[in-house]
């Protein structure tokens, strides 16, 4: 006992001193990792960048939200004439104690025909205290009710006061005031990779901001509307935001949320909005008349490649070539050509097609414009007298519910339009797209897929000469059209509801 005693007394203070060794030196390997890594230091002016531009974001949203409404639009749906009360239900096999005459008295003629109304809801911005409100087109549509729904959750009826499909625009008015109304800005002065902030309702969630960036501008041929010249955005856009406001950084609206590119309905982060710049003089316009006129230059115009500039001796790309010329319209009337290149419109340079389209068309009817034109390798001056589009009729007119008197769309016969609707390669007119249930022409008989060959008469060989003809004609007397449909020809005549 005392040998061990003695052992353990003998080497306890080499024990503890290894221990205290290796302490110490498990300290200093450990001090020494720690000084090959120090504390990180607070990223001070990162973070101060970074809480700037979220507060900037945050001051956008808190600008522009209260201006903001969501769009309720209803559709109601009548049946026609022709099906009012002789819709077919299925045939009864004989020697049933009742038939379908017996089903119609049991359910009343609603029970075939009646069809359930149609909703959509959209966004709108506020443009004035008095209750004016900017949104699209196809958010009010042909609605028979619209209902504004304020940030505050409050419902109100409105009013449609105009409405531009050429654009997409449309202006509606609630019965309020003092509304906050949303500043406007400058769309020409946006930059491309600039952050904007769109705000809406998609998918029904109220007071909705995303984020992006102006991705391109002066996008045009995308198909949504007939005058294009869109501002591109990656912030996010999904059904519910049109009608909605794009705004900058200082909260103003610099556009108006229109429509998206994508496969399955939903954001993919490209988004399409109307240029502020653009949609303000079009807003005045139709609360100034209900409606809107252009003005009509009468020709079909076609962008220039290298190729096709080359063939006509020019050695730019820019410009606006004129691949038609519409009978008895302005440009004939003035001297233009087929195959002339418009280069510029009193004194503006024409850079394409679309800014071309859009100078005409911003002109009022009766508006005198000079125009450059390549011709046969030399540039000449031509003077020509605009007149009104010949399609503005009954399209743009101001009240709740209103839709073309004729209740008609049209299409020019390409290769598309011939595999689409199955016609044959020597067919000519205008192929009938689509047909209003509630349109002069639906009661008249005329149906999509049909093409028309006449209006009064006179050949139709294009979408501009239909219009030009129906132009015309009064549609409470009548207008007479001739018809293909399917293996004959027949004669329609579309004539006012009396």
Do not use: C
């Not at 009013?159 to 500043?183: F, M, T, Y």
């Not at 020019?314 to 691949?323: F, N, R």
């Amino acid at each position: 006992m005392n040998a061990i005693a003695r052992f353990s007394e003998g080497r306890f203070p080499v024990v503890v001193s290894l221990l205290i060794l290796s302490a110490l030196f498990v300290g200093g390997a450990a001090s020494a990792m720690g000084a090959d890594k120090p504390a990180q230091a607070e990223p001070t002016d990162a973070l101060r960048t970074a809480n700037a531009l979220s507060e900037a974001f945050s001051y956008a949203a808190g600008k522009i939200s209260p201006s903001v409404v969501a769009v309720r639009a209803v559709k109601h749906f009548k049946p026609s004439a022709e099906r009012r009360g002789r819709t077919p239900l299925p045939q009864l096999p004989e020697g049933l104690p009742f038939d379908n005459d017996f089903l119609r008295r049991f359910f009343g003629e609603r029970f075939p025909n009646q069809l359930p109304p149609q909703e959509g809801l959209g966004s709108g911005v506020i443009v004035s205290a008095d209750g004016y409100i900017l949104t699209n087109n196809h958010v009010v549509g042909n609605a028979d009710e619209v209902t504004v729904v304020l940030q505050d959750n409050k419902e109100l009826h409105a009013e449609v006061v105009g409405k531009d499909p050429l654009s997409d625009l449309a202006v509606i008015r609630v019965n309020a005031k003092d509304l906050p109304a949303a500043k406007l800005g400058n769309s020409d002065e946006l930059k491309v990779g600039e952050w904007v902030v769109a705000a809406g309702n998609p998918f029904g969630l109220n007071d909705t901001i995303t984020a992006g960036i102006v991705s391109a501008k002066g996008r045009s041929n995308m198909r949504i509307a007939e005058y294009e010249d869109f501002i591109q955005t990656d912030a996010a856009i999904n059904p519910g935001n049109s009608g909605g406001p794009l705004v900058n950084l200082r909260g103003e609206v610099v556009g108006i949320n229109t429509a998206i590119a994508s496969r399955g309905g939903g954001n993919n982060g490209v988004g399409f909005a109307i240029p502020i710049s653009m949609a303000k003089s079009i807003m005045e316009t139709l609360i100034g008349k209900g409606h809107v006129t252009r003005g009509w230059l009468g020709v079909g115009i076609q962008r220039l490649d290298e190729d096709m500039a080359r063939s006509f001796g020019y050695d730019s790309t820019e410009g606006a070539l004129i691949g038609d010329v519409i009978k008895d319209g302005p440009a004939e009337q003035a001297g233009l050509k087929q195959g002339d290149i418009v280069t510029a419109y009193d004194g503006t340079k024409i850079k394409d097609v679309t800014q071309f389209r859009n100078l005409v068309a911003a002109a009022e009817p009766g508006t005198k414009a000079k125009l450059e034109v390549f011709r046969d390798g030399q540039t000449k001056t031509i003077s020509v007298k605009l007149t009104q589009r010949s399609d503005e009729r009954g399209v743009a007119e101001s009240g709740q519910g209103e839709t073309d008197e004729l209740g008609v769309t049209v299409a020019n016969i390409t290769p598309e339009v011939r595999r689409a609707l199955g016609l044959g390669g020597d067919a000519e007119g205008v192929a009938v797209t689509d047909v209003d249930p509630n349109g002069a022409a639906y009661r008249a008989g005329l149906r999509e897929g049909q093409v028309i060959l006449d209006v009064q008469g006179k050949p139709v060989s294009s979408v501009a000469e239909f219009r030009a003809q129906t132009a015309k004609q009064d549609l409470k007397k009548g207008i007479r059209l001739r018809v293909q449909a399917g293996e004959q020809q027949v004669f329609i005549l579309l004539r006012a509801e009396k």
